[in-house]
């Protein structure tokens, strides 16, 4: 039994460095987490900006415009290893999301200018807006000031104290890690000397509620600290609204203002300088104080208020590349900041564009969604029909539409004379597979009741008849039982997988001499058998599968699998379901040979849909395989086993929302590893026994259909 | 009249003798409470729709005590009167009509019929609640059609009796839609003699409440317990098939209670129950994990 402690399970990928972590590797758990705590659709882009830049990702969208509900953005970094312990940076992670998320959960897009505050007193109604009502709350909130800049940067770090307060009062499980994830992204003391009071005033904000920056006694700024300080411990309440932080706002803006603006921080704790800082008023438009873009957070302004287009617009990704074309104001601007700052999501960019491209992680080398559409590119070759698939991302937990190729094709012919020598070798066992499959039809008996006529009397039914004679009542003489037959209606599609590793060598297989009554001279009678490869046993298995299934009259497919990079995956028929046993079946057994990957998804995906398209009322899925999934770019690599895993889970749980029944059986001993999570809740074994594989997969196929 | 044992502590009731005679604890969420007493002014029957556990059938424990007191109230004059008696029968598949109606029985050489718990409600005038009805068959469910339209009487073929329901009987049904297959979904002849009252989880607030009153803890271990129930119902449709319920909730803080640590207590209660799915576990344990310390 596992507990909830501290020890989460480290997944495998991780960065180099032992402890850290790189957030691709915990996404999936992290997305689920964020739905859980938003109840909302959540996209986590990883991002090479500053932590402190990525905290207010929360801003950024409210200036943009992008809309607070629906479709929510956070940002991550790519990866984070400030800790020694692998829980610490993770809990690192846990916490920065949960703030990420608590601006969403206690409302910080939610400013409603006419809504009153209910810890302080209203102070917007006694200042004048300087534009009506049509204007956005924020906007008329903004305007009551003379210098939005501080007013703004004032209300950032107001309502950032506010969420930090709400997110460890409602979770106090993250509390440890939130506090030393506030405390990492706090100013040092030893970078104030040289600023104006008013910007170190302003720095020191985002620590205020931490004692340790009053008791820095620093110069002049003691008194105007305290008293923001009294304010914030009025916000500080559990009910405490996003409009109380705009009160809270003002009455720290009017402290702000009293600080005298040319003064410089000289020294604090021993450190001084006779450098001299500009004031932020005084910028013009560059990087603000280290937490804000005050270019970025200007421009928006701007565009918001009216003095550019209309403010109800929010600026598309052209304007915003033709700004920083003409470097106004913004610097750097790349893609990812187009896609938080426009509330673009992924789905609406052309494919070459990606979440993670700028990402630190190894997923960035791989374009995965290279230019050009795939079906514009991919021919048919002779004898092929195309099918196309889509294929689940479990990292942002979407399909990619019609993201693969399925390349149907009747196998080619050999000679039948593989199927005749399996039948003949393995005699003993083809009888006996054969006779149990006859077993079947009377184990498909089930008893009627309540007959006329039958078999035999219901003793129940004889002694309820006989109670109601004696009550006076008329027997209906319904006590017979009768075993009825069931008609077997089960279509089942066995997929084969034809993998290159399926021509490993088996290692109990050793040569083996075997006589060969055919051959002319005593001598030679016993002859050298070659060692026998995986795909060998599943050819064999096939082969007896089919002999015995016939026995049933099931309506059953025999599909091979492989896959070479999502444009070609192959599925190959060997049998087709409705398709009656004919010598030519049995001449394309022959051609069963390795080829290349195992993209699991999208095979299983085209079985379904034949099966699908079955009327029978039992439908199964064999999934026959000697390894975890593992394509050319299955995945954000070609290693990427996560990816694979649960794109062939996805593919098995739309199996069983259509009623399809998937059943995996893997030859792989390794297999228990990732078919705990790639059929969760489907049926699979692991055949320890390699050699048990003909034996074994015609009496499970009778376990599941019977 | 309640028949207490000497060897155990246990009580046992004739079922048409089960009333409720403590008030039950219930929060009301919408208007479901004069929606019930208007129905039952009209005998109109009533069908509670809504997820497992999430109150249906103490709403009804609540409304029958509710209707027992206004019975004593306008019948003063004759105090004798018990009030309502809450007959309940757990529908499955098996369920015959014998079952619900009733059956002859041997008795030495004779026989002797024995009602059904169906007819007893119908002659006691009780309400008569058949809990998860779906799960019944569908030529017995129709039994109750003539008792659920204008009516009022119940057919008993072996009989040959056509009972007349007492004044107060009244027909209630329940079923919960989420997890109901479209094979077992009510016949349009069956849901069309019914209202139909609809049931949600509750919301935070009210549901602490609930979890304060139930478990007998403390308001900030409820509300952290109802912030859980919030966050993991956020996955309906997404990753569960069937969200937690307040009585698991409630479970939960029982064990808490009882020392379990909270986070343990959670996991067990709250996770492993509504899920088999690892992943999905891994991502609620961070929300339990996040809400307790």
Known sequence: ?706 | MPLKSKRHDYKSHIIEEYYITEEPFYLPLIDEIKLFEAAYAERIPVLLKGPTGCGKTRFLEYMTYRMSRKLHEKASSSPNHDGIPLITIACHEDLTASDLVGKYLLEGDTTRWVDGPLTRAVKSGGICYLDEVVEARKDTIVLIHPLADHRRSLYIEKKGEMLEASDSFMLVISYNPGYQSILKNLKHSTRQRFIAIEFTHPPKEIESKIIAHEAGVDDNLAGRLARLGEKIRNLKEQDLSEVISTRLLIYAARLIKEGIPARRACEVAAVWSITDDQEVQKSLKEVVTAIFE
């Open chain 1, 1 to 706: 039994m596992s507990e909830i402690v501290s020890n989460r399970e480290q997944p495998k990928g991780t960065v180099d460095t032992y402890f850290g972590i790189e957030f691709a590797s915990i996404e999936p758990v992290m997305l689920v987490y964020c739905m859980a705590m938003t109840g909302k659709e959540v996209e986590i882009s990883t991002g090479k900006d500053s932590v402190i830049s990525l905290r207010n990702n929360w801003w950024r969208q409210i200036t943009s415009g992008n809309p607070p509900d629906g479709h929510i953005n956070v940002s991550v970094p790519a990866t984070f290893m400030d800790y020694a312990s692998y829980d610490d940076n993770f809990g690192w992670y846990k916490s920065f999301l949960t703030q990420q998320l608590g601006h969403v959960e206690f409302g910080s897009s939610d400013f409603d200018f006419d809504k009153d505050s209910s810890l302080f007193e209203n102070l917007r109604s006694g200042m004048r807006p300087e534009n009506g009502c049509t204007e956005s709350s924020y906007y008329r909130y903004f305007s009551l000031f003379d210098d939005r800049l501080l007013a703004t940067r004032i209300f950032v770090a107001i309502e950032n104290a506010r969420i930090n307060y709400l997110v460890k009062f409602f979770y106090p499980g993250v509390k440890y890690y939130y506090q030393r994830m506030q405390e990492g992204t706090l100013l040092a003391l030893a970078q104030l000397p040289g600023m104006t009071l008013r910007r170190a005033f302003c720095e020191l904000l985002d620590g205020l509620e931490f004692d340790a920056v009053l008791a820095a006694n620093i110069d002049a700024l003691y008194e105007p600290l305290s008293e923001a300080r009294a304010v914030l411990d009025r916000l500080f309440s559990p009910s405490a609204a996003v409009e109380d932080s705009a009160e809270a706002a003002i009455r720290v803006y009017y402290i702000a203002k009293k600080i005298p603006k040319n003064l410089f921080v000289s020294s604090v704790e021993g450190y001084a300088s006779e450098h001299r800082e500009p004031d932020f008023s005084e910028m013009d438009g560059q990087e603000f104080m280290g937490n804000f873009n005050v270019g970025q957070m200007k421009l928006d302004m701007e565009m918001r208020a009216g003095t550019g287009p209309k403010s109800t617009m929010p600026m598309t990704a052209e304007d915003l590349k033709k700004l920083a074309d003409q470097k106004i104001g913004i610097t750097d601007i790349q893609d990812a900041q187009f896609l938080s700052s426009t509330g673009l999501s992924a789905a609406d960019l052309p494919r070459g564009v990606h979440v993670y491209q700028f990402s630190q992680s190894k997923f960035q080398q791989v374009d995965r969604y290279q230019p050009g559409d795939p079906k514009s590119s991919i021919m048919a070759e002779e004898g092929e029909k195309l099918f196309y698939y889509d294929e689940w991302d479990f990292r942002t937990r979407r399909y990619i539409g019609e993201w693969c190729c399925v390349r149907e094709k009747v196998l080619g012919e050999g000679s039948s004379y593989f199927y005749e020598k399996t039948l003949e070798s393995r005699k003993s066992l083809a009888a006996e597979l054969k006779r149990q499959f006859e077993k079947l039809p009377a184990e498909l008996l089930y008893k009627a009741k309540n007959l006329d006529d039958g078999d035999e009397f219901d003793l129940d039914l004889v002694i309820g008849e006989l109670m109601d004679k004696k009550a006076g009542q008329t027997p209906s003489g319904k006590v017979y039982w009768k075993k009825k037959k069931i008609q077997r209606d089960v279509a089942v599609a066995f997929l084969l997988d034809m993998s290159g590793s399926t021509a490993d060598l088996i290692n109990k297989s050793r040569p083996t001499m075997e006589y060969d009554e055919s051959i002319k001279y005593d001598f030679m009678k016993f002859v050298m058998q070659p060692r026998r490869r995986i795909i060998d046993l599943e050819k064999e298995s096939i082969v007896l599968l089919i002999h015995a299934i016939e026995t049933l009259g099931d309506n059953y497919g025999i599909y091979g699998f492989s896959g070479h990079g999502r444009s070609k995956v192959q599925f190959l028929i060997i049998k087709d379901l409705n398709e009656s046993l004919t010598e030519k079946i049995k001449r394309r057994v022959d051609m069963i040979a390795p080829i290349h990957g195992t993209r699991m998804g999208p095979a299983i995906r085209h079985a379904v849909t034949k099966l699908d398209a079955c009327g029978s009322s039992l439908k199964l899925l064999f999934l026959v395989s000697d390894g975890y999934p593992q394509d050319s770019l299955y995945g954000y690599d070609d290693d990427d086993k996560e990816y694979a895993i649960h794109d062939t889970k996805m593919a098995l749980i739309e199996a069983s929302k259509k009623n399809i029944t998937p059943f995996c059986l893997t030859v792989d001993s390794a297999g228990n590893d990732y078919l705990r999570t790639m059929c969760n809740d489907i049926g699979y074994e692991v055949l320890d026994d390699i050699e048990m594989l003909p034996h074994r997969l015609p009496m499970l196929y009778k376990k599941l259909s019977g």
